[in-house]
């Protein structure tokens, strides 16, 4: 038997996410992936981005310190190979460029910046198997600060994905117009209108959270119908409440309720009642697409 260790950083619009993860590979035996560590900093580089037009040195501070630390934990767990992806916030800075050298040459972490299609091709590699059946389709939804990646599978395979600039940060910073979700829900309801059978596989911290805070098992997907009650529970609640009251992350308790938002209008304009949460995401995907690349 042989343990290999890969990690995966995420730069997102709301945090920054370092996984790390055991690949244990065994002769005449499938290759298992297996989380280590997970580590996340609220680092919230959308809010200048997406407002500012640019990341400011505070951020960027921030950000080095962040890499500087993950770099030595990556040295700390033997990892022998990484990738570090950085999604909308950076995407759309205008010294994204300058933001990505910067971080270089002080950490030695090299970012790739990538765009709205790679993220959800990465996304789509984590393994689904086990959920996917081939006698339905599903929509793939992964909220992020910035954007958020749509992902059709149909009879078990990828069919296609889009990528829009809706996202939790953008939300709270009322920087998404309704031209916006007007385009999201004719897309989605111009694929799935002659189909009863659609499923929804929730991906992202918030969707991982309330997940947890509905107290279902692991395999148990949410229904429409709580989801769209705990949204209208916590929009009842003033932020500090969540926070003292509920125990939410002071990063998590406002981004929350958008990311409910995004994941009730999918479900409503597909018809799905089912939104499962495999608990993957972007960091998945990269580990994948690391070790088999």
Request: charged share 30%; glycine share 8%.
């Given at each position: 038997?042989?343990i290999?260790?890969f990690a995966?950083?995420?730069?997102?619009?709301n945090a920054?996410?370092?996984?790390?993860?055991?690949?244990?590979?065994?002769?005449?035996?499938?290759?298992?992936?297996?989380?280590?560590e997970?580590?996340?900093?609220p680092?919230?580089l959308g809010?200048?981005a997406?407002i500012?037009?640019q990341i400011?040195?505070e951020s960027?501070?921030?950000?080095?310190?962040?890499m500087?630390s993950?770099?030595?934990?990556?040295q700390v767990?033997?990892v022998?190979?990484?990738?570090a992806?950085?999604?909308?916030?950076?995407?759309?800075?205008?010294?994204g460029?300058e933001?990505?050298?910067r971080?270089?040459?002080?950490?030695?972490?090299?970012?790739?910046?990538?765009?709205g299609k790679?993220?959800?091709s990465?996304?789509?590699s984590?393994d689904?198997k086990?959920?996917?059946?081939?006698?339905?389709?599903?929509?793939?939804v992964?909220?992020?600060?910035?954007?958020?990646?749509?992902?059709?599978?149909?009879q078990?395979?990828?069919?296609e994905?889009k990528s829009?600039?809706i996202?939790?940060v953008?939300i709270?910073?009322?920087?998404?117009?309704?031209s916006v979700w007007?385009k999201v829900?004719?897309?989605?309801?111009?694929?799935?209108?002659?189909?009863?059978?659609?499923?929804?596989?929730?991906s992202?911290?918030?969707i991982?959270k309330l997940h947890?805070?509905s107290g279902?098992?692991m395999?148990q997907p949410?229904?429409?119908?709580?989801?769209?009650?705990?949204?209208?529970?916590l929009?009842?609640?003033d932020?500090?409440?969540?926070?003292?009251?509920?125990?939410l992350n002071?990063?998590r308790?406002?981004?929350?309720?958008?990311?409910?938002k995004?994941f009730?209008?999918?479900?409503?304009w597909?018809?799905a009642?089912?939104?499962?949460?495999?608990?993957i995401?972007?960091?998945?995907?990269?580990?994948?697409?690391l070790?088999y690349?």
């Open positions: 038997m042989k290999r260790k995966a950083i995420d730069i997102g619009s920054i996410r370092l996984l790390v993860n055991n690949v244990i590979e065994q002769e005449d035996k499938p290759t298992v992936f297996k989380k280590s997970l580590i996340r900093v680092v919230r809010e200048d997406f500012k037009g400011s040195d960027l501070q921030r950000l080095i310190k962040s500087q993950f770099d030595l934990l990556m767990y033997g022998e190979k990484y990738m992806c950085a999604t909308s916030a950076l995407r759309e800075a205008k010294n460029g933001v990505v050298e971080v270089f040459l002080e950490s030695g972490v090299r970012i790739e910046i990538i765009n790679r993220e959800a990465i996304i789509a984590t689904l086990n959920l996917i059946k081939k006698d339905r389709s599903y929509l793939y992964d909220v992020g600060g910035g954007s958020t990646e749509f992902t059709i599978f149909r078990g395979d990828l069919s994905s829009f600039k996202g939790t953008r709270l910073n009322d920087l998404v117009d309704e007007n829900q004719e897309w989605i309801v111009s694929r799935f209108q002659d189909n009863g059978k659609v499923e929804i596989i929730g992202g911290g918030n991982n947890k805070m279902r098992k395999e949410l229904s429409f119908i709580w989801l769209n009650a705990q949204y209208h529970f929009n009842s609640m932020y500090d409440d969540r926070i003292s009251e509920l125990g002071q990063d308790a406002d981004v929350i309720i958008p990311a409910a995004i009730l209008s999918a479900a409503k597909s018809s009642k089912k939104i499962h949460v495999p608990k995401g972007l960091a998945d995907g990269m580990i994948k697409t070790y690349q």
